[in-house]
Every structure is written in structure tokens, then in C-alpha cells.
């Protein structure tokens, strides 16, 4: 088949042909533009989670897709460990209020300049450009300090998109690598946000690992309840299936019923995986026709592709006293979360706390994650089946 026209797009925060499995979400979020759009009236901010390669950033990139045709303002962005959370955020969200200024009544938005022009001088962001020559705002987000100077800017954001008859939508990708005092800082504003009455037009949904919603609570202790927490998982076999057929179907292909079976079973509902062993059995296949063994060396193509790129880095990152406690994770827990009492018993360790430093590196590393206290889980679906095929 001709590679030109291979449907299949597997790679960070590439968008699939079909979204499948998240219909549920895109119905919510309906809701929520609708809410904002029809009647100005904001709703509780979203926090999304998921492991790797499910699909986080790609959904974001579609929030903002739909923002951006309603006229909204938005502002996108990731962390970056050793970047300040303040400095990213200013940066994308100026770039937010160029194009609303080629929008709107520009008089509409010089309150808004001038709060945010007061945040970036008071934080010491450097210059961030606008093209207007806007003095800042005296007493608003001048403070110097994080949480009340992003506060001031968030509610003056909200309020001058209800005057414009918009909503305001912030993305924040990785935000499980900000640190706490700017976990704290995004929820004291929303929480502002979320205090007036109606709720200013404003929407935040942060993304990240599963170990977010908890890095969130100790940051504040009414993050719980401040969030909306939805979580983007493996796809099931029917929205799996969907994602491998339709894009074949809809350039004149076709799966025969053994060969889907055979990917469907490598990829387990894996979405990134399922867009790479699509991409293969494409690429590989002399006809329009997908036959079993199409299938099989796909999959045995795009197993090899995973491994040397996305475990093997990972797997490349690790000191040999990480890889211990590694090995110990994927011969346990078969992918699944572990206890880490039951780690230590495996490696013949005395106690938990014998593993703590291996288990903190790891976890700053992006490799692990705590879905619960006192448990261990891969950040990424199928490395298990990795570090088993090292020894």
C-alpha cells in the first residue's frame, strides 16, 4: 500500500483518524461551550489524566480546535521541568490576546492588558509583546507572588470575555511537572473563578499522569472538590477495532477477520500502539486486502518500533538500581499497580523504605507513578512486557 496515503499517525500528540472511545467527553465538553457560549455562564473546571500515549494531548488539541472556531480566547500550553509555570502561560496566552485584539474592540480588552502586563512585570517574566503600548494595571496581580497575581489575572480574563460574549479556555499540559507552589497557584485562581456567581466563563482543564488529582490535593486540600476529574484509559475492543477499520474503510481498504484479530490482540486497547501497528500493517501490505500475514509481521514491526523508541528510552534513562526495582515491578505486577512492601519482599529488602530513593527517582523520571499510597504503576502500557524480554 502507498505509504503517501498510509491513514495512521502514531507520535506524540498526533492527531488519530478517528478519536475513538472519547465521544463521552466531547459530549461533556459540549456542554460546557454551549453553557459558556449560550448563557456566559462558566462550569467546574476539568482535570484529565491518563498514562502515556492514550491520547491527553491529543484531546487538549481538539478543546482548543473547538475554542478557537467559537472566538474564544485561549492559551495552551505544557510544563517544562526547570521552566517556570508563570512564564509558559504568559507566553501562550499573549499569543491568545494578539489574535483577540484583532477581534474585538481593542478598548474592550485594555483592562485585561493592563492586569496582564502588571503579571508579567511583577513576576519577572521579561517582555512578553503584545503590539500595544498598555501601562500596567496599578493594583492587580502586582504583588510579586504567584497564586494572587495568576488570581487577578484569571478573574480579570473571565470577566472581560462575558463582556465580549466569548468564553476563555486555559490548557495546561504535564501539569503533574509543576511544582506544588504552582499546583496551588492554578487552583486558588480557579477557585476564584469558581466563586463568583454565575461562574465567570473561564475553563481550565490540566493534563496529566494518574498520580495528578493527588499532587493536586496535597498542594490544596480542596483541590478534590475543586475539579472535575476525568480519565482518559485503553479503549475497549469495539472503539479499538473503530480505530484500526474506519480509516482503512474510508480509503478503500479492507481487514480480513484474522488479520484484525491479530492486531487487535497485540495493541490490548492501547491507542498509541494501535495507531503504530496500523501504520505497519499498511505500509507492509502488497494490496488493498490486509491478510494475516500482513498482520503478523505489522505487528512484529511496529513491537520493534515501541521498543526501541518509547521503552527503550525509558529503559535507557534508569540507573542499574532503578532497573532492580524495575524488574521487580514488571515480574509483580504484570503491568498492574504493586504495593511497594511486596517490591521489597520480591527483592529481598527488609522494608518499603528501603526502596524509597530507587522509587522517588523513578517517579521524577516519568517511568513510575503512585495510582494510591503505598502502590507502584507504570506510567506507560506495555513496558512490563519490555523489561520481562531484558533478561
Do not use: C
Not at 494595571?137 to 472581560?160: I, N
Not at 480509516?247 to 484474522?258: F, L, S
Not at 490490548?268 to 495507531?275: C, I, R, S, V
Not at 504493586?338 to 527517582?361: I, K, Q
Request: glycine share 10%; proline share 5%; charged share 25%.
Amino acid at each position: 500500500m502507498d505509504p503517501v496515503h498510509n491513514p495512521f499517525k502514531p507520535g506524540a500528540g498526533l492527531r488519530p483518524p478517528i478519536l475513538a472511545g472519547r465521544d463521552s467527553l466531547f459530549g461533556d465538553f459540549d456542554i460546557v461551550r454551549r453553557r459558556i457560549t449560550e448563557l456566559g455562564e462558566g462550569d467546574r473546571s476539568w482535570v484529565l489524566t491518563g498514562l502515556r500515549g492514550v491520547g491527553k494531548t491529543v484531546f487538549i488539541g481538539e478543546l482548543e480546535r473547538i475554542a478557537l472556531n467559537e472566538g474564544w480566547i485561549v492559551a495552551k500550553m505544557e510544563v517544562r521541568k526547570g521552566h517556570p509555570l508563570a512564564a509558559e502561560l504568559a507566553s501562550t496566552l499573549a499569543s491568545g490576546l494578539r489574535q483577540a485584539s484583532g477581534r474585538f474592540d481593542r478598548a474592550k480588552l485594555a483592562r485585561l492588558m493592563g492586569v496582564f502586563k502588571s503579571f508579567t512585570m511583577s513576576l519577572n517574566l521579561g517582555v512578553v509583546k503584545l503590539d500595544l503600548d498598555i501601562a500596567p494595571a496599578a493594583g492587580y496581580a502586582d504583588s510579586g507572588r504567584l497564586a494572587p497575581d495568576l488570581t487577578d489575572l484569571f478573574v480579570e480574563l473571565g470577566q472581560t470575555a462575558r463582556e465580549l460574549g466569548v468564553g476563555a479556555l486555559i490548557l495546561i499540559d504535564e501539569l503533574q511537572d509543576a511544582t506544588a507552589e504552582e499546583m496551588a497557584a492554578v487552583s486558588t485562581a480557579v477557585h476564584q473563578i469558581s466563586q463568583s456567581s454565575p461562574v465567570l466563563p473561564l475553563f481550565l482543564v490540566g493534563a496529566g499522569l494518574p498520580s495528578l488529582p493527588s499532587q493536586l490535593a496535597i498542594a490544596n486540600s480542596y483541590a478534590e472538590r475543586l475539579y472535575q476529574f476525568r480519565r482518559l484509559s485503553t479503549l475497549g475492543e469495539s472503539d479499538s477495532r473503530a480505530a484500526l477499520v474506519q480509516p482503512v474503510i474510508e480509503r478503500n481498504a479492507e481487514w480480513d477477520v484474522a488479520a484484525l484479530q491479530v492486531a487487535l490482540d497485540a495493541a490490548n486497547g492501547y491507542p498509541y500502539f494501535l495507531q503504530e501497528v496500523g501504520k505497519a500493517v499498511w505500509n507492509f501490505a502488497p494490496g488493498p486486502r490486509f491478510r494475516l500475514e500482513d498482520a503478523r509481521v505489522g505487528v512484529d514491526i511496529a513491537r520493534d518500533e515501541v521498543n526501541s523508541g518509547l521503552y527503550q528510552s525509558r529503559w535507557d534513562r534508569a540507573t542499574p538500581a532503578q532497573r532492580d526495582l524495575l524488574r521487580a515491578l514488571a515480574s509483580k505486577g504484570d503491568g498492574d499497580g504493586v504495593v511497594v512492601r511486596d517490591l521489597a519482599r520480591a527483592m529481598g529488602r527488609s522494608s518499603a523504605s528501603a526502596l524509597s530513593v530507587p522509587r522517588d527517582e523513578l517517579i521524577k523520571k516519568g517511568l513510575v507513578y503512585a495510582p494510591e499510597r503505598g502502590v507502584l504503576a507504570f506510567t506507560v502500557p506495555g513496558f512490563h512486557q519490555f523489561i520481562q524480554a531484558q533478561d
